[in-house]
């Protein structure tokens, strides 16, 4: 009971409403093809069903952690998480032109969901642990680039370049807000950017991405298709939605309704005010999580804690834009909500980052609360003594 109570009740009670809407929408986008891609429409649920309560125990076990044993083996975990990115590459499972999974006994694991946490755990360790160094770009800045570009060469080898774009974007925010000065970000985001739009016109694929992004309706039948189908379920959703488990889209229209397009589903069956209420759960949770950070003493801890709240932020935000066509789509799940057993595993280890940051930092002032109370009774306890052999 101690250790609930330690805990952040408005952050941890965000996941898990999430939670319960997560299985609600997955279990309503997934029985049909679930029935006729494996024969029971209750196997995918059944298995999302077994992987929220193992998230939920990473995320206990995470926020158990003391902050200070994360920065101490921040850098042997980098190297760790970077081998596992290697090794994908060999021996991983490709799946839609992709090698971006390990599979284990059945079991299929993304070593990038891995990898995210720990970048920016080094990067929150190296602003935090030299901030003299930072206003040197060769001492300052470019040791970090260096950990983030070999970290997005893996990515892109794999390829994925929606994780690519989310890693990049936590560490200029990460820097940014640790003090990097602002002429060393703009000079490495301008060569950045056009590598980027090398990297996104070198690929034939995401060329299509990017041209059905800007007319889906030329190729409406191919790499179109997929946009106008989410815009449609948006549409015929209006503002109260066709209702629960009476939409159309996911009836083997919308491909990855219950993963990456689950956003699409919640518009065509609870409408605009479910998509709402899903912005508005989210954003109680990234303002949560930015009130923590700035709770913090410790400057690792307070930037390790925007990082975390800045990845979840921000996977929401690019999973929204390319389902609504703001921007092409990524692979970017909805955190908490899509189905994926990888993505949900590293959400709650940022989750329970966040939750043992908060802990510990109340244990630290709750200590430092007591102590002068000790020293105060110490103090009278002298001064009594010292009265008594006065008088002797």
């Not at 935000?317 to 990524?330: D, H, R, S, W, Y």
Request: charge should be positive; charged fraction near 10%.
């Amino acid at each position: 009971m101690k250790y609930l109570a330690s805990l952040d009740a408005v952050l941890l009670g965000t996941v898990l409403i999430l939670l319960v809407f997560s299985v609600l929408m997955v279990g309503s986008a997934s029985l049909s093809v679930s029935d006729v891609r494996y024969g029971d429409p209750f196997r995918i649920i059944g298995h999302w069903l077994v992987y929220i309560p193992m998230g939920l125990l990473v995320m206990w076990w995470v926020s158990r952690i003391d902050p200070a044993m994360w920065k101490a083996a921040c850098l042997p975990l980098l190297l760790f998480a970077l081998l596992l990115m290697l090794l994908v590459l060999s021996f991983g499972l490709r799946i839609n032109g992709a090698t971006r999974w390990f599979s284990i006994f059945g079991i299929t694991f993304q070593p990038v969901e891995l990898l995210k946490p720990v970048v920016i755990a080094y990067m929150a360790y190296y602003v935090s642990s030299f901030p003299e160094r930072l206003h040197q770009f060769a001492r300052g800045l470019a040791p970090m680039l260096v950990v983030l570009g070999v970290s997005c060469a893996f990515l892109m080898l794999q390829p994925d370049f929606g994780n690519t774009i989310l890693l990049t974007m936590v560490c200029f925010s990460i820097w940014l807000l640790g003090g990097v000065p602002v002429r060393h970000l703009v000079g490495t985001a301008l060569t950045v950017v056009p590598l980027a739009a090398l990297a996104m016109v070198a690929e034939p694929y995401r060329m299509k991405r990017l041209m059905s992004f800007i007319d889906p309706w030329a190729d409406p039948f191919g790499s179109g298709y997929q946009l106008i189908q989410s815009m449609l379920a948006f549409g015929s959703g209006g503002v109260s939605g066709l209702g629960l488990g009476q939409g159309v889209q996911k009836l083997f229209y919308l491909p990855e309704s219950f993963t990456d397009f689950i956003a699409a589903v919640i518009a065509e069956e609870l409408g605009l005010f479910g998509s709402l209420l899903l912005v508005v759960l989210f954003a109680v949770l990234v303002l949560r999580g930015w009130q923590l950070s700035m709770q913090c003493d410790h400057t690792f801890e307070r930037l390790l804690a925007m990082a975390c709240t800045l990845m979840i932020g921000f996977s929401f935000m690019i999973n929204i834009a390319a389902v609504t066509g703001l921007i092409p789509t990524k692979g970017i799940p909805i955190p908490f909500v899509s189905y994926g057993g990888s993505a949900l595993f590293g959400n709650c280890v940022l989750v329970g980052l966040l939750l043992g940051i908060h802990r510990h930092h109340l244990a630290r002032r709750s200590d430092s609360n007591r102590r002068p109370d000790r020293w105060a009774k110490k103090m009278r306890r002298d001064s009594t003594l010292s009265r008594q052999e006065i008088n002797i």
